[in-house]
């Protein structure tokens, strides 16, 4: 059984910085692209970042570059989310999501697992 356990959320101000941890089970960590992406209220899911199966390779939304790193340590089975300069717009539920083999992607239809998610809010 596969399970995406997200940690790291909370309520912070305009400036501070977070960061994010999926722990993940059930599943081959190290063969699959990871990602975050968030849904604020009333909207769609939206891609945040992703990182390749061995972490040398992240994508991140334009809004998000230089303020969000993601990361993994395959040793853990875990990814990270560290985002720094938070602004309210930031303010989202975040979700971890498991790709498919070895494919880096910004769409969530690629992504086949999912964890319950972390509510971020930011405070102006």
């Known amino acids: 059984q596969v399970q995406l356990v997200e940690s790291g959320g909370g309520l912070v101000q305009a400036g501070a910085s977070l960061r994010l941890s999926c722990a993940a089970s059930?599943?081959?960590?190290?063969?699959?692209?990871m990602g975050w992406f968030r849904q604020g209220p009333g909207k769609e899911r939206e891609f945040v970042a992703a990182?390749?199966?061995?972490?040398?390779?992240?994508n991140l939304k334009d809004s998000v570059k230089g303020r969000f790193t993601i990361s993994r340590d395959n040793a853990k089975n875990t990814v990270f989310l560290q985002m720094d300069s938070l602004n309210p717009e930031d303010s989202a539920v975040y979700y971890c999501?498991?790709?498919?083999?070895?494919?880096?992607?910004?769409?969530?239809?690629?992504?086949?697992?999912w964890g319950q998610g972390t509510q971020v809010t930011v405070s102006s």
């Open positions: 999501g498991a790709g498919r083999d070895g494919l880096l992607s910004k769409n969530k239809n690629d992504f086949s697992y």
């Open positions: 990182v390749s199966p061995r972490g040398l390779i992240t």
């Open positions: 059930g599943l081959s960590f190290s063969t699959k692209a």
